[in-house]
C-alpha cells in the first residue's frame, strides 16, 4: 500500500542519501584556501585506492598542502558539523515529542546554557591549578591543532563531563519550575527553560568575569558555536554518542511516539511514562553536552529541523532522515559562516540563531 | 459459571485520607459486557483507573486470569487490557492509520518493524469500525464519533483479553451511542464500560455496577440493579420502570418537577 505520502517520503529519503554522500565533496572545496573541486575529487579519489594522478601542475607540495587542508582540516570539520547537526535535531524531535511542546530545543530549554556552564566550571577551576593550562589552551583555542590529543585522556574527557553534569542540572531545574505534571503548559515549561537559560548564563558571565581576557576571548568565541577547532580525535566522542543515542530512539520509536498521544494513553499502551521520558531527557541533555563541549553553543538547530520534517510528514517521525537534514544544514551553514567573511570566519551559532529565532516567531504565529 | 477474567476484592483508594473508593468487589465474567453506573463523582473513572494500574489503590486485590496485576510488567498488562479514554487527547498531527497503529505497540520489541500481518491487522481494525476511507485523513479532523471509533479500532490492534471504555458514548448522538456499544460487543471481548445513560446501560450490558460516592450499592443483571428505589435514592430523580418492548430489559421514565422526599417518590400508577 503505497500512497501519496509514503512516496514522499521515500523520494526525500533518497534525495537526502544521495546529498550526504555528496555533500564533503562539494562542501571541501569552500574555504579560506581556494581549492578547486577537481582537486577534491583527486584526494578522494586516491583516499578510495585510485592512484594520485602526479602532480598536474607539476607542484608536488603544492598538492600535499592541499591534501594536507582537505584531510586533516575541512573533511574532519564537515563531519563534526554533520554529527552536530545531527545529534542536535535529533534531540530536538525527541524534547519536543516527551515534553508535547513543540517548542522544546536543548538550547531554548537551558540545556545547553547548562552544558556550558559545566565546562567553563571545568575549565576554570583545573587550569587554575595548572594542572590543565595546557588543555585550557588546546581546546579552547580558535586555532586547530595539529598535534592530535588522544580521544580517551582524562583532560579531553573532563570537558564532556562537566558539560553533562551541567545539562543534566538544567533539565531538573527545568522540570522543578515548570511542575510536576504539568508538562503539557507550553508556556510555563518554555518560561522555566528560559529563566534557567539566564541563571546557568549569569553563572557562565560569573566565572568568566574572574578569568583572564585572553581566557574570555576564547570561550566567548566557542560559546557562539565554531566548528573551527574540528580535529580527526575529537571527532570521535560525538560522533559514537550521536550514533549510540540515535540508536537507542530508534529503538523506542514507538514509545517515544506514544508519549504524544498523552501520559495515560501511553500508560495503557504498556510504556513505563515516567521512566522513558528522564531517560529520554538525559539522553537529550548527554548529546547536548558532547556537542556543546566539542563545538559550543549552537541554537535552534533542534528547533528548526523537526519542525521542517514535520511539515513534510505529518505524525512520523522519521529519525534517521531528520538527523540526515540536520546534518546537511549544518554543514552548509558551516560553509557559509567559513565564506562570508573575507579573511575571516563567521561563528555558526550567529548564523544558525539569526535563522532560528526568525523561524520560533514563525512558529509562535502559526501556533495562534 | 463461566470462568472470570477479572476479580476485584475489597478495594479501597484514599487520597489525603478522603475515601475515593471502598471496598468493591465484583468479577467480570469471560466474554461479558459489564456496565458501569453511578451519578458524578461516584468513583467509576477511578475504579476503572485501579483496573488498569493508572492508579494504585491503597489496598485490595485486583487479578487478571486469577494472578495479581502487581504482578504482571507494563507491557504484559497493556496486552491483556486495552483503554478507550473518555477525553480524546490532543494529537498534534497524526494520521487515522498512524493513531490506530498505536495499538501494535504492546506486541511489538524493541527494534521490530511492522510486518505484512500488522499492516493487515490495522486496516480490518479499519474496516471494523467503518473508518477504512479515513485511513489518511488527520485525526484531529474527525468528527467526534468517528474519533471515538478510531480509539476502539487503536483498542482492537492492541488484541486485549479486557476492554476497558470510560464513557464511550459521551458527546455522540444517538446514533453513535447505539453503533459503538454494538460494535464493542460483536468483538466477543470481556468488556467493562462507564456509561451514563441508563437506559443505554439497561439495553447493552450483562451486569451492572451502581456506585455511589465511592461505594457499591448494588450488583446484578439491568433488572436487579434499576429499580425505582435505587435510582431515586442514588440519582434523586423519580421515574418509573417498565419493560422494554423489545428487548424486556428495564426500560427508565423520569419524571420532571418533583423532588425525591426522604419517603421516596410518590406513586404514579
Redesign the interface.
Known amino acids: 500500500m503505497i500512497d501519496a505520502s509514503q512516496r514522499r517520503y521515500y523520494v526525500c529519503f533518497s534525495l537526502l542519501v544521495l546529498a550526504t554522500l555528496l555533500t564533503p565533496i562539494f562542501a571541501a572545496s569552500f574555504g579560506a584556501a581556494n581549492i578547486h573541486l577537481n582537486d577534491v575529487l583527486m584526494i578522494f579519489n586516491t583516499l578510495l585506492g585510485g592512484d594520485m594522478p602526479s602532480a598536474i601542475d607539476g607542484s608536488e607540495h603544492a598538492v600535499t598542502i592541499t591534501q594536507r587542508i582537505v584531510l586533516e582540516l575541512r573533511l574532519p570539520r564537515i563531519l563534526l558539523a554533520f554529527v552536530a547537526g545531527a545529534g542536535l535535531s535529533i534531540a530536538g524531535s525527541v524534547l519536543q515529542t516527551v515534553t508535547r511542546n513543540p517548542l522544546a530545543d536543548p538550547y531554548l530549554f537551558g540545556i545547553s546554557s547548562g552544558a556550558s556552564f559545566g565546562a567553563v566550571l571545568v575549565v576554570s577551576l583545573f587550569s587554575q591549578t595548572g594542572l590543565f593550562a595546557e588543555m585550557f589552551s588546546g581546546v579552547l583555542t580558535i586555532a586547530p591543532s595539529f598535534t592530535a590529543q588522544p580521544w580517551w585522556s582524562w583532560s579531553t574527557l573532563s570537558i564532556p563531563i562537566g558539560a553533562f553534569i551541567g545539562a543534566s542540572l538544567s533539565v531538573l531545574v527545568v522540570f522543578m519550575l515548570s511542575g510536576p505534571g504539568r508538562s503539557s503548559q507550553v508556556e510555563r515549561m518554555l518560561l522555566s527553560g528560559v529563566a534557567t537559560s539566564f541563571l546557568f548564563g549569569a553563572l557562565t558571565s560569573l566565572l568568566l568575569y574572574f578569568s583572564t581576557p585572553q581566557a574570555a576571548a576564547s570561550v566567548l568565541f566557542w560559546s557562539l558555536g565554531s566548528f573551527a577547532k574540528a580535529s580527526w580525535s575529537n571527532l570521535l566522542l560525538p560522533s559514537v554518542t550521536v550514533g549510540v543515542s540515535l540508536l537507542v530512539m530508534l529503538a523506542f520509536r514507538r514509545q517515544i511516539m506514544a508519549l504524544q498521544a498523552g501520559d495515560e494513553t501511553a500508560h495503557t499502551l504498556g510504556i513505563n511514562v515516567a521512566k522513558l521520558r528522564l531517560s529520554m531527557l538525559l539522553l537529550c541533555s548527554l548529546i547536548t553536552a558532547m556537542l556543546v563541549a566539542t563545538c559550543g553553543g549552537i541554537g535552534f538547530v533542534g528547533l528548526m529541523i523537526p519542525h521542517t520534517v514535520r511539515l513534510l510528514f505529518s505524525g512520523r517521525q522519521p529519525m534517521i532522515l531528520t538527523a540526515m537534514l540536520g546534518g546537511l544544514f549544518m554543514v552548509w551553514i558551516d560553509v557559509i559562516a567559513r565564506c562570508i567573511l573575507f579573511n575571516q570566519e563567521l561563528p555558526v551559532g550567529i548564523i544558525t540563531a539569526a535563522l532560528g529565532s526568525v523561524f520560533f516567531l514563525f512558529i509562535l504565529r502559526q501556533r495562534r | 459459571m463461566s470462568e472470570s477474567v477479572l476479580d476485584v476484592n475489597h478495594l479501597f483508594w484514599q487520597v489525603d485520607n478522603k475515601t475515593i473508593l471502598a471496598d468493591i468487589h465484583f468479577s467480570l465474567p469471560k466474554g461479558q459486557m459489564l456496565g458501569l453506573i453511578g451519578p458524578n463523582g461516584a468513583g467509576k473513572s477511578s475504579l476503572l483507573r485501579c483496573l ?3 492508579i494504585v489503590p491503597t489496598s485490595g486485590d485486583i487479578e487478571i486470569f486469577s494472578k495479581p496485576i502487581s504482578e504482571y ?7 491483556n ?3 478507550v ?1 473518555q477525553d480524546t ?7 487515522t492509520e ?2 490506530v497503529a ?5 506486541h ?1 520489541g ?2 521490530d518493524s511492522n510486518t505484512a500481518q500488522d ?1 493487515e491487522r490495522v486496516v480490518s481494525a479499519l474496516t471494523k469500525v467503518g473508518l477504512q476511507q479515513k485511513a ?1 485523513q ?1 485525526y484531529e479532523l474527525l468528527s467526534g464519533g468517528e474519533k471515538q471509533r478510531a480509539l476502539i479500532a487503536r483498542a482492537i490492534v ?1 488484541q486485549p483479553h479486557i476492554l476497558i471504555l470510560d464513557e464511550p458514548t459521551n458527546h455522540l448522538d444517538i446514533r453513535y451511542q447505539i453503533q459503538i456499544l454494538e460494535l464493542v460487543k460483536s468483538l466477543g471481548i470481556s468488556v467493562i464500560a462507564s456509561i451514563h445513560d441508563l437506559n443505554l446501560a439497561s439495553a447493552m450490558c450483562d451486569k451492572l455496577l451502581l456506585l455511589d460516592q465511592g461505594r457499591l450499592i448494588a450488583k446484578g443483571t439491568p433488572t436487579e440493579v434499576l429499580t425505582e428505589r435505587q435510582i431515586s435514592e442514588v440519582f434523586g430523580v423519580c421515574c418509573d420502570i417498565n419493560l422494554h418492548p423489545q428487548h424486556g430489559k428495564p426500560l427508565i421514565s423520569y419524571f420532571y418537577g418533583y423532588q425525591p422526599s426522604p419517603k421516596g417518590c410518590p406513586d404514579h400508577d
Do not use: E, N, W
Not at chain 2, 510488567?73 to 496486552?79: E, G, R, T
Not at chain 2, 498505536?102 to 504492546?106: Q, S, V
Open positions: 488498569y494500574r493508572y510488567s507494563s507491557k504484559l498488562l497493556a496486552q487490557i486495552a483503554v479514554q487527547p490532543h494529537y498534534f498531527d497524526m494520521t498512524q493513531l498505536m495499538g501494535l505497540t504492546p511489538k524493541l527494534f499492516r489518511q488527520q492492541q
